[in-house]
C-alpha cells in the first residue's frame, strides 16, 4: 500500500511531504529528521492491531483498580486492628467491585473492530454495569469510614482518614469519567479514543518524553501529522489530538506484525535491560517513569517470545543469510530466552559476537520464527551500522527481497553503500523502481518531490561523497 505523508513543524521538519511505499527510504544526512519520521510511523501503526476498545476502557478502568487496591490494603489494616477477619474476607465490597472492573475489561475484549453492532452492545452492557457498580461503591466508602470512627479519635486516626478520604475522592472521580465516557458513546467514538491513546502513550516511550512540547520544531507554529483518508493528529504544547476515518482504520489493519529496529548494540543489552523493565514494571515505570530505553525494544523483544506457526515467508532469504557466503550462523534463542549465536556446533553469548552479525541475524531470526512475513510492516533505523560495505549490500539486497516478497519496509539511511545498491538495481530492473518510495533528507518545504526516481538518487548521492571527493581527491 502506497501513501503520502505529510509533516508539519515535527522535530527538524518543518513541512515535509514524503511518499510511504513498498521499500521506503528516508536518505540523507544526520539530524535531518529521518528518525523522527520513522518513529511516528511506527508509534501510529503499532496500534492497528491491538484491541482498541479494550485499551481505552483499560485507561479508564486502571485508575479505579489502583485506588481500590489501595482502599483494600487501609481496609485489612483496619480489620487487623480490630481483630475482625470479617473485613479482610474475599467477599468485601471492595473485592466485589474489583471483580466487577475485571468481568468489564473481560467483556470487551472479544467483539472485533470490524464488528460495530457488537461493540455497541458490549458498550451498553457496561454503562448498565457502571450504573449498578455504584451502590456497592457507597457501601464500601460507608464501611471504611464507620471502621474509622471505631478506631477512635488520635493521631493515626486523622492520618488514615485524610488517607482514605484522598483515595475515595479519586474513586468517585475515576467513576464519573468512566460513567462520562460511556454515556452515549458510540463503537467508532470508543475505537478512536482508544487509538488516540494508545498513539499517545506510543509517542511518549518511542521518543522517551512526556513533553510534547520537545517534539515540535517551533512553538508559534502547528505541529502536525497528516495521511490522506486516514488520520491527522495535532501536537500542542502539552498534548495532541487525533481525527481519524473509521473506514480507513480498517483499511491499515492488514498489517500482521508492526516492527521496529534500531541499534544493535541495545540486543548485547537485552539481558540487564529486561531486568531493568522488570523491575521497575509494578512501581513508578507502570505509570508512566521513562527510563532512557525506547518502547519499541521492548515490543520487539515481547514478539520474540511466541513463535508462529506454518512455513516461513522467506525461506530462500533465511537461508541466504545465514550461509557461509554471509553469517556463516544464525542467531536462535535459548530455553533461558538468551539470545546467541550458533556457529556450527558451537554457540556464543551475543556479548562474544560481532556487532554487525546482530544487524542481518535479527532479521534472519525474525523469519525462521515466522514474525516477520509478507505482511509484515518493518521500521529499520540505520541498518548500516556495524556493517561493512559487502554486508551493506547484502542487506540492501536483504531490504529488496523482503519488499518484493509484499512486506513493507521503511529506513532510515545515510549510507553510500546501499543507496548505490539500491540504483544499481533499478536500473537493471527498471519494473522495479516503483517499489522504492525515495525520500530525499532535508526534504524540499512545502512541496512534494516529484523528481524521478534517478534523479533524486544521483543528488543524494552526489550530497552523501562530497565530504569523501573534499577529503581523498581534491586533498590530493
Same mark, same amino acid.
Given at each position: 500500500m502506497d501513501f503520502n505523508l505529510h509533516i508539519k513543524n515535527i522535530g527538524p521538519l518543518t513541512d515535509a511531504n514524503l511518499r510511504i511505499g513498498q521499500l521506503t527510504v528516508l536518505a540523507g544526512p544526520n539530524s535531518t529528521?529521518?528518525?523522527?519520521?520513522?518513529?511516528?510511523?511506527?508509534?501510529?501503526?503499532?496500534t492497528m492491531n491491538a484491541n482498541l476498545p479494550q485499551e481505552y476502557l483499560l485507561h479508564l478502568t486502571q485508575p479505579i483498580r489502583r485506588n481500590l487496591r489501595s482502599l483494600g490494603f487501609a481496609e485489612?489494616?483496619?480489620?487487623?486492628?480490630?481483630f475482625r477477619k470479617s473485613e479482610n474476607a474475599a467477599d468485601s465490597t471492595l473485592n466485589v467491585l474489583d471483580e466487577k472492573i475485571l468481568?468489564?475489561?473481560?467483556?470487551?475484549?472479544?467483539?472485533?473492530?470490524?464488528?460495530?453492532?457488537?461493540i455497541e452492545d458490549a458498550l451498553t452492557t457496561l454503562k448498565t454495569m457502571t450504573e449498578n457498580m455504584q451502590s456497592d461503591f457507597s457501601e464500601a466508602c460507608s464501611s471504611l469510614r464507620t471502621m474509622l470512627e471505631r478506631r477512635g479519635k488520635s493521631d493515626r486516626y486523622f492520618r488514615d482518614r485524610s488517607y482514605v478520604?484522598?483515595?475515595?475522592a479519586s474513586l468517585e472521580k475515576s467513576f464519573s469519567e468512566l460513567q462520562k465516557n460511556l454515556d452515549h458513546a458510540t463503537a467508532s467514538q470508543f475505537i478512536t479514543n482508544g487509538l488516540e491513546h494508545v498513539v499517545r502513550e506510543n509517542l511518549i516511550r518511542n521518543f522517551q518524553t512526556s513533553d510534547f512540547a520537545k517534539l515540535r520544531g517551533n512553538e508559534n507554529h502547528e505541529s502536525t501529522v497528516s495521511i490522506a483518508d486516514f488520520c491527522k493528529f495535532e501536537i500542542s504544547s502539552e498534548d495532541f489530538e487525533l481525527n481519524v476515518r473509521y473506514d480507513g482504520l480498517l483499511k491499515f489493519q492488514q498489517y500482521s506484525t508492526v516492527l521496529y529496529l534500531?541499534?544493535?548494540?541495545?540486543?548485547? =543489552?537485552?539481558?540487564?535491560? +529486561? @531486568?531493568?523493565?522488570?523491575?521497575?514494571?509494578d512501581q513508578r515505570l507502570r505509570r508512566g517513569r521513562l527510563t532512557g530505553v525506547p518502547g519499541y525494544f521492548y515490543d520487539l523483544v515481547s514478539e520474540l517470545r511466541g513463535e508462529y506457526t506454518g512455513e516461513m515467508d522467506f525461506p530462500q532469504l533465511h537461508e541466504k543469510l545465514t550461509g557461509k557466503n554471509v553469517l556463516g550462523g544464525s542467531l536462535a534463542i535459548s530455553e533461558a530466552s538468551e539470545i546467541l549465536f550458533r556457529e556450527n556446533d558451537r554457540s556464543f553469548q551475543l556479548t562474544l559476537t560481532a556487532t554487525g552479525v546482530i544487524n542481518?541475524?535479527? =532479521?534472519?531470526?525474525?523469519? +525462521? @520464527?515466522?514474525?516477520l512475513d509478507k505482511n509484515s510492516?518493518?521500521?529499520?533505523?540505520?541498518?548500516?551500522?556495524?556493517?561493512?560495505?559487502?554486508?551493506?549490500?547484502?542487506?540492501?539486497?536483504t531490504?529488496?527481497?523482503l519488499a518484493k516478497g509484499g512486506a513493507h519496509v521503511v529506513i532510515a539511511t545515510h549510507s553510500i553503500d546501499i543507496l548505490k545498491r539500491l540504483e544499481v538495481h533499478a536500473k537493471k530492473n527498471p519494473e522495479d523502481k516503483g517499489l522504492i518510495a525515495l525520500n530525499q533528507f532535508p526534504p524540499r518545504d512545502g512541496e512534494g518531490d516529484v523528481r524521478e526516481f534517478d534523479e533524486k538518487v544521483a543528488d543524494i548521492l552526489q550530497e552523501l561523497t562530497d565530504p569523501f571527493a573534499e577529503t581523498f581527491v581534491k586533498g590530493i
Open positions: 529528521g529521518k528518525s523522527f519520521v520513522s518513529k511516528i510511523l511506527y508509534s501510529l501503526f503499532n485489612r489494616d483496619l480489620a487487623a486492628h480490630e468481568e468489564m475489561e473481560s467483556l470487551i475484549a472479544q467483539p472485533a473492530l470490524d464488528d460495530p453492532a457488537e478520604e484522598r483515595r475515595i534500531e541499534s544493535p548494540v541495545q540486543w548485547k =543489552l537485552k539481558e540487564p535491560l +529486561e @531486568r531493568l523493565r522488570l523491575s521497575e514494571r542481518l541475524g535479527i =532479521l534472519a531470526l525474525l523469519i +525462521e @520464527r515466522k514474525i510492516f518493518v521500521f529499520i533505523d540505520e541498518p548500516e551500522a556495524h556493517l561493512h560495505p559487502a554486508w551493506q549490500v547484502v542487506m540492501a539486497d531490504l529488496l527481497e
